[in-house]
Nanobody
Framework: QVQLVESGGGSVQAGGSLRLSCAAS?????MGWFRQTPGKEREGVAV????????TYGDSVKGRFTISQDNAKRTLYLQMNSLKPEDTAMYYC???????????????????????WGQGTQVTVSS
């Protein structure tokens, strides 16, 4: 059974940093981070093709967030720097274990069509 458990969320002042972690029962070929605030649509934050390291980011986080993996720890990370109040959201880890290519994997950022999702971790950024 696939399990994705996020951690690392919390409250931080604008300009600060947080690192989110997603512990997986096993890493998937394609994994990502998404976020959502009440009343808004889910937004793709970052996606990584774990087989080759290809990544893609949402426009609002480019240059500030970095997605990475640790194969030995079966953990996905999201390093978030220069946080802004508009980054406040529930952050979710997602995984898809189907065979895929790097190109198709990163295209999932826009569609959000992942099979497995974590329970989320809250990030609150104050001004």
């Amino acid at each position: 059974q696939v399990q994705l458990v996020e951690s690392g969320g919390g409250s931080v002042q604008a300009g600060g940093s947080l690192r989110l972690s997603c512990a997986a029962s096993r890493l998937a070929a394609c994994m990502g981070w998404f976020r959502q605030t009440p009343g808004k649509e889910r937004e793709g934050v970052a996606v990584i093709y774990t087989g080759g390291g290809s990544t893609t980011y949402g426009d609002s986080v480019k240059g500030r967030f970095t997605i990475s993996q640790d194969n030995a720890k079966r953990t996905l990370y999201l390093q978030m720097n220069s946080l802004k109040p508009e980054d406040t959201a529930m952050y979710y880890c997602a995984a898809d274990y189907s065979l895929t290519s790097a190109r198709y994997c990163v295209s999932r950022l826009a569609r959000g069509d992942f099979d497995y999702w974590g329970q989320g971790t809250q990030v609150t950024v104050s001004s």
